[in-house]
């Protein structure tokens, strides 16, 4: 489709296919990100869930992880979802040792936050930003967000108001995985975001 944004996918581990799958219904074109060349020619990039660990290390290998931190801080549209949230995070607690992430967002999250008892599990998500009925979140071996800094906008909590999506600025991140729940109003959010700044990159251009 003409004028469809270009949104990457890391491609080292997690569940690429997913994703690529709800972005290519809402209309836009998938491009896999393997390498920092690819990264160029995005207009918006997803951090899929998977493990963050296993991401973190690949993308060092790939030369990947500086060319990322200088897209997040140039304002390129990032949606983290899962371990892609915790490859986002400033701080991550309980990760390995010598664990990184990219970073860009002022939280502290905390991986595998609700324990071995409850490894997975679905809720109903009430989200003001994307209107009033709620959104079936699927949370796999889940991270939370422990503490927010003031320019985080949390966009929502569980019942006991743990904070499960946010964001910042260019960066988008949920705990649980939309790609799953046949929800695609999380990742039409953030192509909102992709176009808005495509079409301003657009007008400066002329
Ligand atoms: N527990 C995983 C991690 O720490 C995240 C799980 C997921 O992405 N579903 O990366």
């Given at each position: 489709m003409a004028g469809s944004p270009r949104v990457g996918v890391?491609?080292?581990?997690?569940?690429v296919r997913e994703h690529e799958r709800v972005l290519q219904g809402l209309g836009a074109e998938t491009v896999r990100v393997r390498r920092a060349e690819e990264l160029g020619r995005v207009d918006g990039l997803v951090i899929p869930g998977g493990e963050s660990t296993v991401i973190d290390k690949l993308s060092r290998q790939f030369g990947l992880q500086q060319p990322i931190r200088e897209a997040i801080s140039t304002g390129l549209p990032v949606y983290g979802t899962c371990a892609g949230l915790i490859l986002l995070a400033d701080r991550i607690i309980?990760?390995?040792?010598?664990q990184q992430s990219f970073g860009g967002l002022d939280i502290a999250v905390r991986r595998n936050a609700f324990g071995r008892q409850t490894e997975s599990f679905e809720a109903e998500l009430t989200v003001p930003a994307l209107g009033e009925e709620p959104v079936h979140a699927t949370f796999i071996r889940a991270p939370i967000v422990e503490r927010a800094g003031a320019d985080v906008e949390v966009l929502a909590a569980l019942s006991?108001?743990?904070?499960v999506a946010v964001r910042q600025g260019n960066l988008l991140g949920t705990s649980f995985h939309p790609e799953v729940g046949g929800d695609a109003r999380f990742h039409e959010y953030f192509l909102r975001h992709v176009l808005a700044r495509v079409r301003s990159a657009t007008a400066s251009a002329r």
């Open positions: 890391i491609a080292l581990q997690g569940d309980d990760g390995t040792e010598g006991d108001r743990t904070i």
